[in-house]
């Protein structure tokens, strides 16, 4: 009720202090079970804006060192995030993230695990693939474009559905783990090309 409430006002702030343009948010908000939705990651602003103007209510990763101040603990909370320690995925973050999933709800992951200006394969995670092999999650990649100054515009293009396990065999280690990784980081900024 709160995540609804909050989100409901927080996209009525921003409608009025930037241009928010969505493309293709079907992709996503049609999306049925568990799913993953991956996200560069230029601001902090980047999960309220996919929180407030998708349908979906979306559980974030948020880095432990939120969780340390009072107040805003509670909040966060209460907006589905919870924290992960940006140094490596711990295994209670992950187990609570697979949680997440096979309760057939949404996790939202930013795999750069920082705010980053620009691509670099070698930000990439092996976490989130890992997440997604353990749920039998789909990932929904989503690229962000925007400078968040006052009044400027906010694009945000979402991409299909994919399973990245798709036509893989075998044991999956750690070095395709890896791939995977990199693949989905790749295909979240070739989102890009959409906007221009």
Same mark, same amino acid.
């Given at each position: ?86 140094? /490596? ?13 096979? @309760?057939?709800?949404?996790? /939202?992951?930013?795999? @750069? ?13 092996? /976490? ?63 989102? @890009?090309?959409?906007?221009?």
């Amino acid at each position: 009720m709160f995540y609804a409430i909050a989100s409901s006002i927080a996209r009525l702030v921003f409608l009025v202090i930037f241009r928010v343009k969505l493309i293709n948010a079907e992709n996503f908000n049609n999306t049925k079970g568990r799913c993953i939705i991956c996200c560069n990651h230029i601001s902090n602003f980047d999960p309220l804006i996919l929180a407030c103007f998708t349908k979906r209510q979306i559980s974030f990763m948020g880095k432990k060192e939120l969780f340390k101040i009072p107040v805003l603990k509670s909040l966060i909370k209460w907006l589905n995030v919870f924290p992960v320690d940006r140094t /490596g995925v711990t295994v209670s973050s992950m187990k609570h993230a697979v949680s997440i999933l096979k @309760e057939g709800k949404v996790l /939202g992951i930013f795999p @750069e695990g920082t705010r980053v200006k620009s691509y670099d394969e070698n930000n990439a995670k092996a /976490g989130i693939s890992m997440i997604a092999n353990m749920a039998d999650s789909l990932i929904v990649p989503v690229f962000i474009r925007s400078k968040y100054r006052l009044f400027g515009k906010i694009e945000v293009v979402f991409g299909e559905p994919t399973n990245y396990f798709e036509g893989i065999e075998g044991r999956i280690n750690s070095e395709i783990h890896t791939q995977i990784g990199k693949k989905i980081l790749k295909d979240i900024y070739s989102l @890009e090309n959409r906007l221009n």
